[in-house]
């Protein structure tokens, strides 16, 4: 995958927010060491590839982790981007990246549980949790869905779809061979 067509600010921006990591990650474990050798390709255009995929503006990023994907929307997109982790570390982490970036985005250190219902258009996460629990929050705040899975979305989907009714779309992820995304929406409970 190529970098996308992103104005020479944006880029500016996100190269700031890839010098922080690197800088970081040697007091706080934001991503996997072995991501670290490439982390344009395995984390921010991993991260930018869904930006067709939201709906709506308002983004809630749900285990935001090192900020992937919505510090990296709240970045480069049009989005009003909230990202929650209950981290405290990571998300001062964030909130340095934000500052240096000048990037406008909500940061919640708390868990998602404890998140007073919103009306988000869409929930977005990253090797957060299986589909089932993400569908949990997905339709606690009335949002569709776009989650970075793996090699076991399948059975994930099956599984969920014991507990949920729910339209879906499966999209290669372009920048990892073994994963991909998928698109949830209109997500009531069964029964």
Request: charged fraction near 25%.
């Amino acid at each position: 995958m190529t970098l996308p067509d992103v104005p020479r600010e944006t880029y500016e921006k996100l190269e700031i927010y890839r010098n922080l990591l690197l800088k970081w990650q040697k007091a706080i474990n934001l991503v996997s060491r072995g991501t670290l050798h490439d982390v344009w390709m395995e984390h921010i255009l991993d991260s930018l590839q869904i930006a067709p995929y939201i709906q709506g503006k308002k983004v809630l990023d749900v285990g935001s982790g090192g900020g992937f994907p919505g510090m990296v929307l709240a970045i480069a997109g049009d989005f009003s981007v909230t990202c929650i982790d209950s981290d405290r570390k990571k998300m001062i982490f964030l909130a340095e990246v934000a500052r240096a970036t000048e990037t406008k985005v909500e940061l919640l250190t708390e868990r998602i549980e404890k998140l007073q219902a919103d009306n988000f258009d869409t929930v977005c996460s990253r090797g957060f949790s299986e589909l089932s629990s993400l569908l949990k929050i997905t339709n606690r705040f009335s949002a569709a869905g776009v989650f970075f899975k793996g090699s076991k979305l399948n059975k994930e989907i099956e599984k969920a779809r014991l507990l949920f009714d729910f339209q879906y779309e499966i999209y290669p992820n372009k920048v990892k061979d073994h994963g991909e995304i998928v698109v949830v929406r209109s997500v009531k409970n069964n029964g």
